[in-house]
């Protein structure tokens, strides 16, 4: 690579002769942010990637006798300014053109998102540096998509590594979750604190104009480290150095990039953190600085892998006589292992979507330029394995439970079994939750429940929604069944107050509320909630108020006031959603299974390109599949599947030693 790219630098041409070669011209695209002498840069570092691949084809023709073989790819290059387009439009206009073979760009991963919905469905190549772990999980079945750096849960988790490494005990973090790029820290800080052993003194969720508010909430805190998810350095640094914070900040790669120097100058000096870049073994960074006289810019070596990966496939391209398609040609290439400037360009031999490994940089703004005070492999010992947003669990991390023949829990004998089936949210984006409760709807009903011992609640807008191609369906899993056949929906959730539900799970019918849980001491009651969480609340559809923790409590003591269930085992699938089933800990006969802790997010799960929707959540998934196959699964064994198939989140079980020994106990009290 090395000398690849020396042989760049050199001006001169002397290994074959253009005009005795047959140049096959290959157009693509290139959607990148052109501000702050960005496009410079893209310009310079697409010309080394291009001139050093046309210098090993111009060596090959030499050994090519035949002159009409002398068939070279020569790629040009279409250029629009990221912030600058109406995305959707490029986006929609890419796709169809028959004369770009391929996408280069989308830095922002809002933007990388609409790009990869229409040129992935076209099949048409997209690669991106957009580092949002929710694009490479929703486009890795397409296989047009191809990430250059790993998602920002690896980034997310070597952030955290550095706060370690200077011996931090607590850590807070500030990022927009309303932005794809934020959403991926706040959803997985939670959970990676707690992998590494550190205390989360807060997760402070910002818009542009409450940063300053919630960054001097960050800063009040004093937490050890504060990692910092935003390009707005000034208002940050304002609010930290007004309350005499003594908390060391640590920037994402927002703060890196020559856009960055040039807005703040100065006001940046002592900024550090964490970027991805290229690896110090490639030479690239000092090659760049060489030839140019500059530092590259934040995705540089990336956009430069992007162009020889892409580059050598149009040659493979070019060189069979089947034509097989451009994404096919990648794979191959990227089954070679190339060199790039980030290293062996090596992708998961199963999906090829992400990188497999990326080096990272500890940066430092000092005197007006980067310094790079480490480097950080991905594929190092000192972290886990994040290929492709999955995750490798420490056991040690699970709940340990007494197995005792005897738990001193004892119970009256069964008679009936009655459930509250709640979907929280409204609205086509928001399709997983309806799914996932009509799912959870139509497995009891085939466990022998009848409609008088379930109450529905949901807002039923998915079916007959504008946006779904086949109304009157709604399904968990492309070409799955449809859950919406033969359905009873007692309430729509906008109908009712977040409060309905205790009176409902209490028996207490009225006018307002004819279907109740009509429940004695000698019933089980099951409870299964899918919606939005936050810290401390069940979100009700997009309202302020919800079924907050204090709710919680007050339900469960009623219930067991007013003996209105024998055993409870109540599912919550929300983010944070442990924040609130806390409130059934002391409470006899009540278990919770939440699919969060109260630090973390829940995650998304099957995602399909032809509704732009995410189908269920990993939680629930892998609930629905163990009821499904093992109705009669112990709730220590469920909990231990639970647990190792959710992705990015903890599990957790609340008020097990009021409940009974889980060993025995099963869900066989709850379904057969």
């Known amino acids: 690579m090395v000398a690849l790219l020396l042989m760049a630098c050199n001006d001169h041409?002397?290994?074959a002769s253009d005009e005795h070669l047959n140049w096959q011209v290959r157009k693509v695209a290139v959607v990148l942010?052109?501000?702050?002498?960005?496009?410079?840069?893209?310009?310079?570092t697409i010309e080394m990637a291009v001139n050093g691949v046309n210098e090993i084809q111009k060596q090959n023709i030499l050994n090519t006798p035949n002159e009409k073989d002398r068939q070279m790819v020569?790629?040009?290059?279409?250029?629009y300014d990221e912030e600058g387009v109406n995305m959707e439009n490029l986006a929609k206009e890419l796709a169809e053109r028959d004369d770009i073979v391929a996408v280069i760009g989308g830095k922002f991963s809002a933007d990388a998102a609409t790009l990869a919905a229409s040129l992935c469905k076209a099949r048409k190549p997209f690669l991106t540096i957009a580092t949002s772990d929710e694009?490479?999980?929703a486009y890795a079945s397409t296989g047009s998509l191809w990430a250059?750096?790993?998602?920002?849960?690896?980034?997310?988790?070597?952030?955290?590594s550095r706060a370690l490494y200077y011996g931090a005990k607590t850590v807070s973090l500030l990022a927009n979750r309303e932005t794809l790029y934020g959403k991926t820290f706040v959803e997985w800080f939670g959970f990676q604190a707690e992998e590494l052993g550190l205390e989360v003194k807060g997760i402070h969720d910002f818009r542009p104009e409450t940063l300053a508010e919630e960054s001097r909430k960050a800063a009040e805190e004093n937490a050890d480290v504060v990692i910092c998810v935003s390009k707005e350095i000034e208002t940050i640094e304002e609010a930290f150095k007004q309350t005499n914070s003594h908390s060391r900040r640590l920037y994402s790669d927002t703060a890196y990039?020559?856009?960055?120097?040039?807005?703040?100058?100065?006001?940046?000096?002592?900024?550090?953190?964490?970027?991805?870049?290229?690896?110090?073994?490639?030479?690239?960074?000092?090659?760049?600085?060489?030839?140019?006289?500059?530092?590259?810019?934040?995705?540089?070596?990336?956009?430069?892998?992007?162009?020889?990966?892409?580059?050598?496939?149009?040659?493979?391209?070019?060189?069979?006589?089947?034509?097989?398609?451009?994404?096919?040609?990648?794979?191959?290439?990227?089954?070679?292992?190339?060199?790039g400037a980030c290293g062996p360009i090596a992708f998961d031999h199963n999906v090829y979507t992400s990188v497999l490994s990326t080096t990272y940089y500890h940066y430092l703004i000092y005197q007006g330029r980067y310094i790079i005070l480490d480097y950080i492999s991905s594929t190092g010992s000192h972290r886990t394995d994040a290929t492709l947003g999955a995750w490798n669990w420490k056991t040690q991390l699970m709940q340990e439970f007494q197995n005792e023949d005897d738990s001193?829990?004892?119970?009256?004998?069964?008679?009936?079994k009655w459930a509250l089936l709640v979907a929280g949210s409204n609205d086509w984006v928001n399709y997983r939750h309806q799914a996932d409760v009509l799912q959870m709807y139509q497995i009891l009903r085939k466990q022998g429940y009848d409609d008088d011992h379930i109450v529905l609640i949901m807002e039923d807008d998915i079916a007959s929604n504008a946006q779904n191609p086949q109304p009157g369906t709604v399904q968990v899993r492309p070409n799955g069944d449809n859950l919406y056949k033969n359905i009873v929906i007692d309430y729509h959730t906008s109908q009712l107050e977040p409060s309905d539900i205790k009176h409902i799970l209490c028996g207490e019918q009225s006018e307002e509320l004819p279907a109740v849980l009509h429940a004695d001491e000698d019933d089980n009651v099951l409870i299964f909630w899918s919606g939005h969480g936050t810290p401390g609340q069940m979100v009700w559809l997009d309202r302020e108020d919800g079924f907050t923790t204090q709710l919680a409590k007050e339900t469960f003591e009623a219930m067991h006031q007013g003996k209105k269930y024998r055993k409870l085992l109540c599912f919550t699938e929300a983010c944070y959603s442990g924040s609130v089933m806390s409130a059934a800990e002391g409470i006899p006969g009540i278990l919770a299974i939440t699919a969060a802790n109260p630090y973390e997010t829940s995650k998304a799960d099957i995602y399909n390109t032809d509704l732009h929707v995410w189908m269920s959540n990993r939680f629930t998934a892998t609930l629905h599949d163990c009821i499904i196959q093992s109705p009669e699964i112990p709730l220590r064994d469920l909990y231990y599947r639970l647990f190792i198939n959710t992705v990015g989140s903890h599990v957790t079980l609340y008020n097990v030693d009021g409940y009974g020994n889980i060993y025995q106990e099963s869900m066989k009290e709850f379904l057969k």
């Not at 040659?315 to 190339?338: G, Y």
């Open 74 to 79: 020569k790629m040009e290059f279409e250029w």
């Open 408 to 416: 001193g829990v004892t119970y009256p004998d069964l008679d009936k």
């Open 13 to 15: 041409n002397d290994v």
């Open 135 to 137: 694009l490479v999980r």
């Open 257 to 339: 990039g020559v856009d960055v120097l040039d807005r703040f100058g100065t006001k940046a000096e002592g900024i550090e953190g964490i970027t991805f870049g290229a690896s110090p073994e490639s030479g690239f960074d000092i090659l760049y600085e060489i030839k140019f006289g500059q530092q590259p810019t934040l995705g540089a070596a990336q956009i430069y892998d992007a162009v020889i990966m892409l580059n050598w496939a149009l040659i493979q391209q070019l060189s069979t006589s089947s034509q097989e398609s451009l994404n096919s040609c990648m794979r191959k290439v990227a089954d070679a292992h190339i060199a």
């Open 33 to 44: 942010p052109m501000q702050h002498e960005q496009k410079q840069q893209w310009e310079q």
């Open 148 to 160: 250059m750096a790993e998602s920002d849960i690896t980034q997310c988790e070597i952030l955290l």
